[in-house]
Each structure stands twice: as structure tokens, then as C-alpha cells.
């Protein structure tokens, strides 16, 4: 499938037609063009059977239509030209320096491209080619195009002299197989393979042509032979939708086996302690809260059960639509437990929670680590008797011994720092039985047999996110949770002042760090390293530490915080700073979640070029808690693009904006690691252009799963195919069959 994943176990000894191979799955080596030499090279490439050669699709595309005739080229433009190589040379300079330079020709004019320290592209770069060059043009010794990037497309006589009109597919290579040799292979073997895709198409015809997609042939085909770019996008846009569809109907599946399953606990709503938390509130609810509230309360007094995501920029409010949603819980005689990922952060949520239930009747636990043997028992004495209505703590809530007395709702905080088998974990609370994370020898919640919730139905489930996701994004990555999105702010936070300084305003920025310690504020520098390395010139916490605790700061509070302390030194040091016993904490990203010390002010990263724009966002997030003005100072000493990237980080606070933005620089394998979110492996899905085709994606995956929920029918035999094929390993982990 397009996806690439199948690979026959011994598709490099078996010849095309025997062995009963598929004429797609036939090993690269036996394709017209290709022999050992060539297989080895496309290998690298990921390219080893047919399939993958058709599903090689190219990076980028450049119109030749609109590329600057050399001629027309003006010192000072940015410029895109595709010349023949008339002349080529190195050229020595007198300091030593070797510059390749090679003069490009087409009908209208020449210049010159100069390469300065790269001698060996004299090598690769051949009298005749046909080269696709891009860069600025200056002047010098008259016009000269510096390469930011090139392209040997060919030769003059391969193009037949002329590009004009053309769309030119550009294809990821390695050494030894050119854009030239590539495109070569593809031609002699495209109109061959092309029509073999057209049995095994896993979408119905009449679901592309109900969102005007191509089959899958005609896709590949336009993404390879593209007649315009708009015809590459159709391409792309089909390939997009499969990738969707097929998630999104992995989602629908396990949304419509939980439904199954387990019917849910239906809570009813009598307002004895939500009314008196809302009457009692120190401050009014922002309307995207009380939304929030609203569609939580509505999934939870339904018979399914709730599993929900409640998203939210820093500082919105999550915390208190959770204890609204834990009353409800508490008005039906059952518990609640949220789960953070650092007792720091655990601990803060208990003296919030406990401050906001003063005077009402509900008792709050903390569980953590720390705890002493005696505190332990009481609390496990606690939640086992039900006498806690409410139970915070960390992964310490799923470790053997707790065992809950009636577990109605499960919350898990900042849950990209959980695994997916944790956040299932503490939500799969089994009755009368073993669990499924039981089955995968996870630990659970227990709860006690004598009093099961509602016929023993597992808790309803709601986690909890800081970090703002777009929400074409959030459906992607949590489709198989409804979405609530905080997309407000409460009217009293005040915004962080955000300015991006060079390293050379160093020594006026720790002034400045100083000023705020005078007038009694605390300040935070981050590193992106821990340790220093040989290999990137980096400032790293640790030497950093040392030298602003005996030079620049030696008459103040210095602390050091990182990932690679204890766990109990790291906890004394992330306590010291929020008992303002420190009075600067030298730190690398491990403050980026679970530390709240109202009375920051200051926010310095160093080397702030090295961090995503939602990273730097997050970090941004750990001032501004308190009544005081507060300030994130980011320092780079990159280059001009690097600075107007911080850039977007001081003229907006809007996480979503950040994290949009993050998205459109950096993609999204390297914003959201998958490794932490089960991030799929797109190749074609764009968030930012295919919102239209993910929903649509999301609403045709759920209809087909509503007619025919197992794909049992031989019409959508395909589809199943397809799905394991993909998703063999999620769909296990979703428990999907």
C-alpha cells in the first residue's frame, strides 16, 4: 500500500512471474534499468520492490514555466534558473579557500553560479548538464548566482534542449543515483507498473469520486507526471485522504468497540456540590470553560462511556473544569483520581483543589512516591475505604496496593508524558475480571469487588493536554477521543513580554536579571544542553551553573535543575525555587511541565534558535503566574531566519498560533515526537491545507463502521486488508481485531 510497509521475506531472490509473487511486491533489482549496483543504491532510498518505486514520490516540484529566464535575472532578486554548463572550473583563492564555479547558459543569456568550499562538486557537476539553480544574485565581476540549492536535471540532449512549460519532479537521491538516473528508471518502468495498482485501490470508487479524487493509479501517476502543479496536488490530496481514512476508521473502530464492550456510568447531576463550588468561586468562568463543563457534563450523565480530551493553552483554566467534572463524580457517591507526571506538579494540583473544597464536603488524597510508610498506609487506607472522594498522584496510582473503593472518573494531566499503555492503564480499571492493560501485563487501578460502579463499568476518562495542538492536529493524533478545546484565556492573566536579544545584549540581560532579584522576583535560564559536547559549540547548565554562581550572579542564589539529577535532588531544588530560597534556577527543559512559582518573573533561554517555537511557548509558560510584570528574554545568536522565527514568539502569545506556526516551519514528526504520541508516519497529510479531507476522512470512517462495524461484508474486504496492513501493531494496542 502507499504506505510502503510490505516487504516479501525473500522478495530479493525471487525472479518476476515465479514463486507467486505479486507483480508489485517483485524485487527492485529485476526492473528495467536496474541491476545489483542500482538495487543497492535505491535500497538506501528505501526503495527494494516495485511498490516502493511507484510509492517514491517526489519532495518537491519545480515549474519550469515559472522559472527566470537568465537573461531577465536582476542583481539583487532571488532567482530560480535552469541553465546548460557551458564552463566549469575551480578557482583558488589567496587565502586558500577553493571555489567551484560554473557558467549557465539557456536562450536569453549566461551567468555565473559560484560554489565557494566545495571544489568537489568539479566531480559531479559535468560540461552539458542541465542544471536547476536557486539563490540570490549579486554582483561581482558581473552577475553571480550564489546556489542555495541545485538540481542536475539532465543533459541538454536527455531534455531535448528545452524545459519550457515543464513541471519538474524533484525525488530524494543518494550517492550515486541522480535526479538524471532516477527519473530515468521511473519512465522506463511507470506505464508498466501503474495499472497493477488498480486492483488492490482500498477506497471505494464511489467514495473518491464523491470528494473528486482520482483512483489511485491516475494519483500516482499525476504525482510522478504532473501536466501542472495543480495536478500534483490532486495527487497528493487522494494519497492524503487514504492516509486519513484509514486512521480515522482505526479510531472509529476502537470508539465503537469501547461503546460495545462496556456500557458506561451514567451520572446524574443533582448540584448539591457542583452549586456550591460555583457559588464560592473566586472568580467567574470564562465561557470557553463553561463550555468545557457543559461537554463533559454531557458525555458523563450519558450511558457510554467518556473519553475525552480537554485541551488548553497554559493558564487556561483546565484544573478547575477537571474538579467540576470530579464533583459530579463525588454527587454520585463515587471517586475521582488525576494523575500528573511529576509529583511537583501532583502536589500543586492537591493545595489548588484543597484551597477551592475548603467548606465543602469532599476530601482530597495525595499519592505520591515521596510519601512516608505511615502517610502511605493512611492514604491507601483512604481510598480503599472510599473515605477519598478525590485522589491526586503520579504514576504512583497504578503501582500495586491501591486499590480504589468506587473509581467513577480518571484523569490523566499533561498526558503527552504518559505512554499510551499508561494512559490506558489508569484508565481501564477492571470489575469482575481482568483488564486489558492487565492482559498486557500493565499495572491497573484496582477497585474493590464488594461495591462495583454501575454493574462494573470501567471510569469515564478524560485527560488533559497544556500543549496546544491545531485542531486538524488533535483529531489526527487523538481520534479516538471526542475534543474539547479551551481556546480562552481568563481576562486577569497578564501576558508575558516576550523580546529576542543577540548574544552580544548578554551582560545588559543579566542587569536586568538582576534588577528583578532587587525588587524580590526570582528568574529561570535554560540551556539546551546538559553537559557541554565537542560536537556543537552550545552553552550547557551545568558549566553554566558553575560560572554564573562564582562570576556574574556570585552574590545571589544559584540552583541547578536537570534531567539527569536524582529524582530526590531534583525535587529538593524544584522546591527550594518555589519556597524562594533560589533566587535564579540555571535549568534545561525539564521545568518545561510541573513547576508553578507565581512569583518568576523571568524567562531567559539560551541558544533559543536550538527549541521549537511550542517548546519555547511552554517554557515561556512558567512566568506570568503571579501579579507582577513578567518577561521571556529568548538569546540566539543565529542567523537573520532563525531571529524572525523567535520573532512570532513576541508578537503573539496565543499558544495555538505558536503551535500552528511550529507546525508550518518544522512539520510534525519533529513537533510532536512519536514516540510520545503514537505520532503516525505521514507522507502526505498536510494539517495546515487538509483540515476539509481529514474531517471528511473522520465522518466516512465512522459511517462505515456504523453499517458494518467488523468490514465483515465482501465488499469492503479491501478496506480490512488495508487497515491490518497499516495498523497491525495499533490496531492490538486499541485492542481492534
Known sequence: MPNGSHRPSSASDVRPGRGGIAPLDQAAQFLKGVGPKRAEQLA??????????????????EDASTVTRIGKVEIGQDATVIGEVVTKGVLPTRSGLRIFQAVLRDGSGQIEASWPGQPFLDRTIRKG???????????????????????????????????AGKVLPIYATTEGLSQKVLRSILDQNLDRLLPLLQPEDPLPQALAQRHGLPTLMQAVQQLHRPASLREAEQGRRRLAYEELYFLQLLHARAQRRERTRRSGITFVRNDRLIATLYRKLPFELTAAQ???????????????????????????????????????????????????????????????????????????????????????????????SGAAHIVIGTHALIQEGVRFHRLGLAIVDEQHRFGVRQRQALGSAGVNGASEADAAGEPTLEIEDTQPPSDGAPPDTLVMSATPIPRS?????????????????????????????????????????????????????????????????????????????????????????????????????????????????????????????????????????????????????????????????????????????????????????????????????????????????????????????????????????????????????????????????????????
Open 129 to 163: 548538464d542541465l542544471l536547476l539553480v536557486t539563490g540570490p544574485v549579486r554582483f561581482f565581476h558581473g552577475r553571480q548566482i550564489a546556489p542555495r540549492e541545485y538540481i542536475v536535471l539532465g543533459s541538454v540532449e536527455d531534455e531535448g534542449g528545452s524545459t
Open 290 to 384: 463553561t463550555r468545557a463543563i457543559s461537554e463533559i457534563f454531557g458525555d458523563m450523565t450519558a450511558p457510554y462511556r467518556m473519553n475525552r480530551l480537554l485541551q488548553g493553552d497554559v493558564g487556561s483554566g483546565k484544573t478547575i473544569v477537571a474538579l467540576f467534572a470530579m464533583l459530579l463524580a463525588a454527587e454520585n457517591g463515587m471517586q475521582s483520581a488525576l494523575m500528573a507526571p511529576t509529583e511537583i506538579l501532583a502536589e500543586q494540583h492537591a493545595r489548588t483543589i484543597s484551597a477551592l473544597l475548603e467548606g465543602i464536603d469532599v476530601a482530597c488524597v495525595l499519592l505520591t512516591g515521596r510519601l512516608a510508610a505511615r502517610e502511605r498506609r493512611d492514604a491507601l487506607q483512604q481510598i480503599r
Open 44 to 61: 538506501r532510498l528505501d526503495v527494494r520492490t516495485a511498490r516502493d518505486l511507484l510509492f517514491h514520490v517526489p519532495r518537491r516540484y
Open 473 to 737: 492536529l488533535a483529531l489526527t493524533l487523538y481520534g479516538d477521543l471526542e475534543l474539547t478545546v479551551i481556546d480562552e484565556l481568563p481576562p486577569n492573566r497578564k501576558p508575558v513580554r516576550t523580546a529576542v536579544r543577540q548574544g552580544s545584549a548578554r551582560s545588559r540581560v543579566y542587569e536586568f536579571v538582576r534588577e528583578q532579584v532587587a525588587e524580590g522576583r526570582q528568574a529561570y535560564i535554560v540551556y539546551p544542553l546538559v553537559e557541554e559536547s565537542d560536537k556543537v559549540e552550545l552553552k550547557a547548565a551545568t558549566a553554566e551553573h558553575e560560572r554564573l554562581a562564582t562570576e556574574e550572579f556570585s552574590d545571589l542564589r544559584v540552583g541547578l535543575l536537570h534531567g539527569q539529577l536524582a529524582g530526590d535532588a531534583k525535587d529538593a531544588t524544584m522546591r527550594a525555587f518555589a519556597a524562594g530560597e533560589l533566587d535564579i534556577l540555571v535549568a534545561t527543559t525539564v521545568i518545561e511541565v510541573g513547576i508553578d512559582v507565581p512569583n518568576a518573573s523571568v524567562m531567559i533561554v539560551e541558544h533559543a534558535e536550538r527549541f521549537g517555537l511550542s517548546q519555547l511557548h511552554q517554557l515561556r509558560g512558567r512566568v506570568g503566574r503571579g501579579a507582577a510584570d513578567s518577561f521571556c528574554i529568548l538569546i540566539s545568536d543565529g542567523g537573520p531566519e532563525a531571529v524572525e522565527r523567535l520573532q512570532i514568539l513576541a508578537r503573539t502569545d496565543d499558544g495555538f498560533e505558536v503551535a500552528r506556526a511550529d507546525l508550518q516551519l518544522r512539520g510534525m514528526g519533529d513537533v510532536f515526537g512519536a514516540r510520545q504520541h503514537g505520532l503516525p508516519a505521514f507522507r502526505f497529510f498536510d494539517p495546515e491545507r487538509d483540515e476539509d479531507l481529514l474531517l471528511a476522512a473522520r465522518e466516512d470512517a465512522r459511517a462505515l463502521v456504523e453499517r458494518d462495524p467488523e468490514l465483515e461484508r465482501e465488499e469492503h474486504a479491501r478496506q480490512r486488508a488495508a487497515l491490518k496492513q497499516r495498523f497491525g501493531e495499533r490496531e492490538a494496542l486499541f485492542g481492534v481485531g
